[in-house]
């Protein structure tokens, strides 16, 4: 599983397509199974999406779950060996797969990720005014001082044992 970068929490918007991928071909070259999704919030989704749903962070980790129950149903892919890996928000989808489904993640890679969605608001917080990706972010999530406990149920740093 390969979830792509994302939302990037500053702006970095991204989407997988059919083409050359760097990391999945490795991965494939080397007889991986490599399963790219694009979840809610993806460019090019809204549309499959109502708005509230479209920026819930909570929901994007279970779409990327579900696409991976699915892949396991064509048995082309070992339910034993699955690893879920990403970069930047899709390192944060990976660590939320691996603390929210532990039995079905092998492994979890999380490569330049951020993990804690309270911290990461109060850090665009100064940011604000200054980046129009950081506003539609603090628009869509909600402000971040009124919703401290909602932004602390996205982090799954909060969730380990």
């Given at each position: 599983m390969l979830p792509h970068a994302g939302l990037g929490l500053g702006g970095n918007w991204s989407r997988d397509t059919l083409?050359?991928?760097e990391l999945a071909q490795f991965l494939a070259s080397r007889s991986y199974g490599v399963l790219q999704p694009n979840y809610r919030g993806t460019p090019g989704t809204n549309w499959m999406f109502l708005e509230a749903d479209q920026w819930d962070l909570v929901k994007m980790p279970d779409d990327v779950t579900r696409a991976t129950k699915a892949a396991l149903k064509t048995n082309l892919f070992d339910p034993a060996?699955?690893?879920?890996?990403?970069?930047?928000?899709?390192?944060y989808l990976a660590l939320s797969g691996g603390v929210h489904e532990p039995d079905?993640?092998?492994?979890?890679?999380?490569?330049?990720?951020?993990?804690?969605?309270v911290e990461v608001m109060r850090e665009l917080r100064y940011r604000l005014h200054s980046s129009g990706p950081v506003n539609r972010v603090n628009y869509k999530l909600g402000e971040f001082g009124e919703n401290r406990e909602k932004f602390r149920l996205m982090s799954p740093v909060n969730f380990f044992d």
């Open positions: 083409g050359y991928h060996r699955v690893a879920i890996m990403g970069h930047q928000f899709g390192a079905l993640y092998r492994c979890v890679v999380g490569m330049d990720g951020r993990y804690d969605m």
